[in-house]
């Protein structure tokens, strides 16, 4: 029972990453914008995150200093594509690119590294209520967090009138437009608020998930954010559970080694992106669910004066 408990506070801890990751890519996507650098976004803010609490002992200032360097690099990405016109996937396989490299030689000197012991979170009461105590009330505050963001965000999204301009702007900007919407703050802002949120995910990862800095840590996690944002056809709800899905997935491989399951670690490490091509092959033989649900303009250039 014990290690069933802990395959499922694992699967949440590995779940809330790609959550955050994804969150924030589906605001940039439900105002059009497509960022395929989430990875590099997330590596530059696993280093800055990890940087700063070994400077200050500070998680939060850790947090900040991540989602400030996710901001900043999706802010650069989002002047080059709404401004510039700049192919957006090109530019954002560049900034994917681009921050793998970065952040490889700005974490040459934190390799050796290490932060202060982590704080145990623990819910006082519900934490000891056996199996769900520890397998759902002794995680890190984030965790909820991201639980509670993912609920607010669906209300933003569908009950505000800022979430209605948001989603009007990824359905047809021209339109917006001739209302009198700043189309490209709008989309700035959306393209911003997403990068801060990659950032997030990524210093958790270096300051909570795996307390230590490597090179390339982030190891695909943004590739699949970016896919899971499909797998949900852009619902918030749909992005939690998917994200949770796929966590599961991620653990799934370490609770079948400490079983003595004898299968090729090569084979459990792959799991996760197995799954991800499975589920989009899947999803991809609804064409007409996909346009349903896809914002009309996403991906697409928007020139305000044509």
């Not at 200093?65 to 989002?78: P, Q, S, T, V, Y």
């Not at 914002?295 to 004066?305: H, Q, R």
Request: glycine share 12%; charged share 10%.
């Amino acid at each position: 029972m014990e290690s069933y408990a802990l395959l499922i506070a694992a699967t949440l801890n590995a779940g809330t990453v790609l959550a955050i990751a994804s969150l924030g890519l589906l605001i940039n996507e439900k105002a059009g914008i497509v960022n395929l650098g989430a990875e590099g976004m997330m590596l530059c803010a696993a280093i800055a995150g990890f940087a700063t609490v070994v400077h200050t002992g500070s998680d939060l200032m850790g947090f900040a200093a991540g989602m400030g360097a996710g901001a900043l690099l999706a802010g650069l990405f989002g002047l080059l594509v709404i401004w510039l016109n700049t192919n957006q996937y090109a530019t954002g396989l560049a900034l994917s690119l681009f921050g793998a490299g970065f952040s490889a030689f700005a974490g040459i000197a934190y390799v050796q590294e290490k932060i202060p012991e982590r704080p145990n979170f623990a819910v006082p009461y519900l934490s000891d209520i056996p199996l769900v105590g520890p397998a759902l009330f002794r995680q890190h505050p984030l965790v909820y967090l991201t639980v509670l963001f993912a609920i607010a965000l669906v209300w933003f999204l569908y009950r505000t009138r800022a979430g209605l301009i948001l989603r009007s702007v990824g359905e047809s900007p021209e339109s917006a437009h001739a209302l009198g919407y700043p189309v490209r703050r709008i989309r700035l802002l959306a393209v911003i608020a997403g990068g801060a949120l990659c950032g997030l995910a990524g210093a958790y990862i270096s300051i909570i998930y795996t307390p230590l800095w490597v090179e390339g840590m982030v190891a695909g996690k943004g590739w699949i954010a970016l896919a899971l944002t499909t797998f949900a056809t852009w619902r918030p709800a749909r992005v939690l559970l998917g994200a949770y899905l796929f966590g599961g997935v991620t653990m799934l491989q370490f609770y079948l080694q400490g079983i003595g399951v004898d299968v090729p670690s090569q084979f459990l490490s792959s799991l996760p992106y197995l799954a991800t091509i499975v589920v989009l092959a899947l999803i991809s033989r609804n064409p007409r669910w996909i346009r349903i649900n896809m914002p009309a303009s996403i991906g697409k250039p928007f020139y305000p004066g044509a």
